[in-house]
Structures are given as structure tokens and as C-alpha cells.
């Protein structure tokens, strides 16, 4: 056997070796690789993960929310890392920022430069305040121990070939401010399975992208009493869940009432005709989702167009700030009168 043939043959075993050996990377899966999520109305939950224990014996889990190319200390981003932040084009699909803006600095505006993509949108580093807001629970059997910041282990083993869902928990309910209006985050959720207790919990692991859109919660609104065979509006406001505060939409908002389509004008008004039927049906309402708004539902009924929220009430009256401030003042001029009709003797 010469040198050419014994290369060859060393070669093939080579390759056999690296076919059939075991891979480590193969034992742990976690997935899906990406989440385009967003900030809900009435849950916490936005999205959702399994950690896959492809092992031969039984592991714990552990999960981290990482803020991407941010330095963990200070919250700096790191200018060499942000090139990597995803972009998701509306024509083509989805990409890094790097690709979207070839030779891209960190500070350079971002417009999209390929030829096409002129509907694109930039996820950012999650906000350190935002941050905050996020966590991770198990689902199903499990249940998670915090162990690190921003970090959390299972208190069960997961068993061999078995698996382990998480919830990613985001409380927007601090986070309704105009600047929130339209940004969209990226934030990393990076798990693994250990064999103990102890040691250095997130070296190493899987990382997948949770991308977040912020949206506010459109509310509904009926100004006017149902009669079959006549029109009726509803105007469509956006705020938070509570409805702590409330303002018209600068974009025109698609209302539907029992199939029929309405736009919303300056005013944040859409006009429909209530069906003229024999008898009483519940109808929905529904105002659209966009970009920037969660959609928003509401059932009624000839008998029941839930007028409340238009009807006048003292407490509402007087848990206005601008009211108390002239209660108080009609009150202090009140007093001052009484005062000097007191001590002074009018002529």
C-alpha cells in the first residue's frame, strides 16, 4: 500500500470517526431560534420556550435573560455588537443590521441601503428600564428558582430525552408613555441543562432572540344609544389597561361592526347603522391591530350598548385634580371673608 492509498484510507476513517462520534452540542435543544413578540393587554405572558434534555441522564435547567451586546454592569451597549441586532424587512424578510446597512457604525442612521428594502424595522438593545419589567416562569410540571440575576434554575431534574417549557413574563404596565409609542426591543433568553447545583450557570447555553414590539391597548367608546335602523358612533382612544389616561390616535384606526369597515377620523370617530332586525342579536365591534396598537373587542346588544363609561358621576367629578385645586380655593376665599368680617368692622 503506497503513501497515496494509506492517506486515503486515513482520510475516510477520519470522517466515519467525526460522523458517529457523539456531539455535545446535539444533547441540549431550545428553541425557537426567534420570538416577534409584543407587550399584552390582559396577560403577562408574550411568548413561550422549550429546553430539550437530549442527555442520557436527568439535568436541571437553567435560563437567563440577557440584554444583547450590553455591557451587565453599566448597560453601555457595546457599538462592535449592535451590528448583529435583527432587522425585519417587510419586502424580504429578515436579516442583521450589518446586512441591512453594509459598513454600519453604531450611530448611523438607520435606513435600510439594499435595493427593495424600504420598509424595514430596527430592533434596538432592551432598555435597562424595560429590562426590569421581564422574567421567566416554568410551565406545566415544573417550577423555577431564581438564582442569579435575571436568572432561574428548575427545582425538578428534567429526565432523560425529556423537556421543559418556560413563559417569557413581560409587565408593561409601568411602560405606557409616549416615548414607548413604536419602539421595538431585542432581548436575548439564553438556556442550558447542568448536572448540579452549583458552578457557573451560564457558561455556555443556547441563546434565542425575544424581538418586542411595543404597542398601547386600544379602548372602545359608544357615544350614542342604539335604535335599529340608525347610525350610531364609537370613538376609539388608546392608553393603558386601566385607562388612567386616554388619547385619540393620530393614525386612522379600522373599526369593524358585524362586518362592515370603518376608518376613524381626526376625532378618532367611525360611524355605523345598527341592523333593523326583528329580533335582538349581540354584535362585535372590533378595532383593528397596526403596528403601534393592540386590537381591542367589544360585544353589544340593542338592550345593552354600555353607555356607562358616558354617563356623569360625582366621584369622577371630583377626582379631577383641576376641581379639587378650585374646591380648595372657593374654600381658602371663604375662609379669608369670614376672618375679616371678623375682626374688622365694615363701614
Known amino acids: 500500500m503506497d503513501k497515496n492509498q494509506l492517506l486515503v484510507l486515513l482520510l475516510i476513517f477520519s470522517l466515519l470517526s467525526f460522523m458517529f462520534l ?17 407587550n399584552q393587554r390582559n396577560s403577562l405572558i408574550i411568548g413561550n420556550a422549550t429546553l430539550v434534555n437530549g442527555d442520557n441522564e436527568a439535568k436541571y435547567g437553567v435560563f437567563s435573560l440577557i440584554m444583547p451586546y450590553s455591557d451587565k454592569d453599566t448597560y453601555q451597549v457595546v457599538p462592535s455588537e449592535i451590528i448583529h441586532a435583527r432587522v425585519l424587512c417587510k419586502n424580504c424578510g429578515s436579516m442583521q443590521r450589518y446586512e441591512a446597512i453594509p459598513g454600519y457604525v453604531y450611530g448611523d442612521p438607520l435606513v435600510c441601503t439594499l435595493p427593495g428594502c ?5 430592533y434596538d438593545v432592551m432598555p435597562r428600564d424595560e429590562y426590569q419589567h ?10 423555577l ?23 417569557v413574563l413581560y409587565d408593561a404596565s409601568a411602560s405606557y408613555y409616549d416615548a ?7 432581548i436575548h433568553l439564553r438556556g442550558k441543562t447542568i448536572t448540579s447545583e ?31 335602523g340608525n347610525t350610531f358612533r ?41 341592523p333593523d332586525t326583528q329580533y335582538d342579536y349581540d354584535y362585535q365591534l372590533t378595532a383593528m391591530s397596526t403596528d403601534n396598537f393592540l386590537s381591542a373587542t367589544k360585544t353589544v346588544n340593542i338592550n345593552d350598548p354600555d353607555m356607562s363609561e358616558n354617563s356623569w358621576n360625582i366621584f369622577d367629578f371630583f377626582g379631577n385634580i383641576y376641581v379639587i385645586i378650585a374646591v380648595f380655593i372657593i374654600i381658602g376665599i371663604c375662609i379669608a371673608v369670614v376672618v375679616v368680617r371678623h375682626y374688622f368692622t365694615w363701614d
Open 198 to 228: 452549583g458552578g457557573d450557570f451560564m457558561s455556555g447555553g443556547i441563546d434565542l432572540r425575544v424581538l418586542v414590539d411595543f404597542k398601547f391597548p386600544l379602548h372602545i367608546k359608544i357615544l350614542d344609544n342604539f335604535e335599529k
Open 118 to 122: 424600504s420598509d424595514c424595522i430596527f
Open 145 to 167: 428558582e431564581k438564582i442569579d440575576h435575571h436568572t432561574w434554575k428548575t427545582k425538578e431534574l428534567i429526565t432523560p430525552q425529556g423537556y421543559c417549557n418556560v413563559n
Open 22 to 38: 457523539p456531539s455535545a452540542s446535539a444533547k441540549t435543544g431550545f428553541g425557537p431560534a426567534e420570538m416577534y413578540v409584543s
Open 180 to 186: 414607548n409609542m413604536g419602539q421595538h426591543w431585542e
Open 234 to 274: 364609537v370613538q376609539i382612544q388608546y392608553g393603558p389597561s386601566d385607562k388612567k389616561w386616554l388619547k385619540t390616535p393620530t393614525e386612522p384606526i379600522t373599526v369593524d361592526f358585524n362586518g362592515i369597515k370603518d376608518l376613524t377620523d381626526s376625532n378618532g370617530i367611525a360611524t355605523f347603522t345598527f
Open 134 to 143: 421581564f422574567s421567566v416562569v416554568a410551565s406545566g410540571n415544573f417550577h
